[in-house]
C-alpha cells in the first residue's frame, strides 16, 4: 500500500469531521508519522482490533469502527435472514470514543438489516457474553482495549456461544474488508430512526439482574464466607470502569462486608474543589464510600453522579438542601486535566469540627484526592 497515497486519499475525503482534517493537516510535513497511520489497516484477528486512537487507517476512529463493522455485518448476513434477525448485542467501556464507536456499530448493524441490542451505558465483558448467549444472538460487539493505555481502544468481536469469534469467521471478515472501500462501502442508519424502526433496542437493568442471578447462582459455599464476614476486608478496583457497578453487587450476595468501607461510621465533608488547579463554586456535596451512590456514563457520554435516596441518614449534617446530580457535559470532561478535592472525614454523630482538621487517629495525608 502507498501510504502517501491513502493519506491523500483520507485528507480529501468529505467523510472527515473538520477537527479530522486539522489533525491529518498538522501532521502534512511529517512522513513518518503519515507512514505511521497509513502503511496498512490493522489486522482483524479472532480478538477483532486495536490500537491507539488517532485519524489514519491504522488506528482506531469511527471510520475504522464502521469499516469494520460493514465487514462483520457481511458475515452475519451470510448466515441468512434468520442470523440477521437474531442479531447482534454491543457493549462498550468507559474509555474515550466508546460510547460513540459504539452506537456507530450499531447503526451500521441497523443499515444492514440486523437487529441490535446495545447496552445504556458501560459494561464488564462476560455480560456481554451472557446477553449473546441469553437473547439469542448470532454474534457480539465489545468495544473495549482490556488493560492497555488511554490512548487505545479497541474493536472485539464474538459468535453466537459468547466467546471470540473462530479463526475461520475472522478470516472471512479480512477478505471482506479487501474488498471494502472503508468510506464509500459502508452503509449507515442514523441510530435513532433505527430505533424508531425496532432495529435498535436498549439493554439495561433488566439484563443486569438476568446476569446477576446467574452469576450468583454459582455461589457455592457462602458458609465459609460468613464465618470470616465480619473480620475479612478487600479492596476492589474497577481499572477502566466496566465492574464498577455489578462487582461490588457480586461481593455483597456472596456475603461481604466491608468491600468499601475504609472508614466506617464516618461521612465526608467537602472543603474545596478544584479542577486543573483553579476552585470552583459548589453549594454543597455529598458523597459516600458505599454502592449507595453511583456514577454512570449515559448514552450521551455524560458523566452523571446521582444523589442516593438515603443520603440524608448519612450526609454529615443531615441536610440536603442544595443537593442535587451533578452532570459534566463532554467537552467540559475532556478539558478535565487534574480534578482535586480536599475532604474532612466526620463523625456521622457528630458535628464538623470547627477547625475543620480530620477527625482524631485519621492521618492528614487522607483527606485530599486528586484524581
Known amino acids: 500500500m502507498d501510504f502517501m497515497q491513502e493519506y491523500e486519499k483520507w485528507f480529501h475525503s468529505p467523510a472527515l469531521s473538520p477537527e479530522e482534517h486539522a489533525e491529518l493537516e498538522s ?38 469502527i464502521r469499516w469494520a463493522t460493514q465487514g462483520f455485518a457481511d458475515v452475519i448476513a451470510a448466515e441468512g435472514e434468520e442470523g440477521k434477525r437474531r442479531g447482534v448485542a454491543i457493549c462498550m467501556d468507559c474509555r ?11 447503526e451500521v448493524c441497523a443499515a444492514n438489516g440486523i437487529h441490535v441490542r446495545i447496552f445504556d451505558s458501560l459494561r464488564p465483558t462476560p455480560e456481554l457474553s451472557f446477553a449473546v448467549r441469553e437473547y439469542g444472538c448470532q454474534a457480539g460487539i465489545n468495544v473495549t482495549a482490556s488493560h492497555n493505555p488511554k490512548e487505545y481502544n479497541g474493536y472485539k468481536v464474538y459468535w ?23 468510506f464509500d462501502g459502508v452503509k449507515r442508519m442514523d441510530f435513532e430512526e433505527a430505533v424508531k424502526s425496532g432495529l435498535i433496542e436498549t439493554m439495561g437493568d433488566e439484563t443486569d439482574r438476568k446476569f446477576m442471578a446467574n452469576v450468583t447462582a454459582m455461589i457455592n459455599d457462602r458458609e465459609t464466607v460468613a464465618k470470616v464476614a465480619d473480620t475479612f476486608k478487600l479492596v476492589y478496583t474497577p481499572f477502566h470502569g466496566c465492574g464498577y457497578k455489578l462487582v461490588p453487587e457480586a461481593l455483597t450476595a456472596l456475603g461481604i462486608k466491608h468491600g468499601e468501607k475504609l472508614f466506617p461510621g464516618m461521612s465526608i465533608k467537602l472543603n474545596d474543589i478544584r479542577i486543573n ?9 455529598y458523597t459516600s464510600s458505599d454502592d449507595g451512590v453511583e456514577t454512570r456514563m449515559n448514552i450521551m457520554n455524560e458523566w452523571v453522579a446521582e444523589v442516593p435516596t438515603d443520603a ?5 449534617d ?54
Open 160 to 182: 453466537s456461544d459468547g466467546a471470540q469469534l473462530p479463526p475461520h469467521h475472522a478470516d472471512a471478515i479480512a477478505k471482506r474488508l479487501e474488498e471494502i472501500d472503508i
Open 27 to 64: 501532521i502534512k510535513d511529517d512522513p513518518k508519522e503519515i507512514e505511521s497511520r497509513f502503511f496498512g489497516p490493522l489486522e482483524f484477528g479472532t480478538a477483532g482490533l486495536r490500537g491507539t486512537m488517532y485519524t489514519g487507517l491504522h488506528n482506531m476512529n469511527i471510520h475504522v
Open 318 to 371: 443531615k441536610d440536603l438542601t442544595g443537593v442535587s446530580p451533578v452532570i459534566v457535559d463532554k467537552a467540559a470532561f475532556e478539558s478535565v486535566k487534574t480534578y482535586e478535592i480536599d475532604f474532612t472525614l466526620v463523625p456521622k454523630t457528630d458535628t464538623p469540627t470547627a477547625t475543620g482538621r480530620p477527625p482524631r487517629g485519621i492521618p492528614a495525608n487522607l483527606q485530599r484526592a486528586t484524581l
Open 312 to 316: 440524608s441518614v448519612r450526609s454529615y
Open 277 to 285: 488547579g483553579e476552585s470552583v463554586a459548589f453549594t454543597k456535596g
Open 96 to 106: 474515550n470514543h466508546s460510547m460513540e464507536f459504539a452506537r456507530a456499530a450499531a
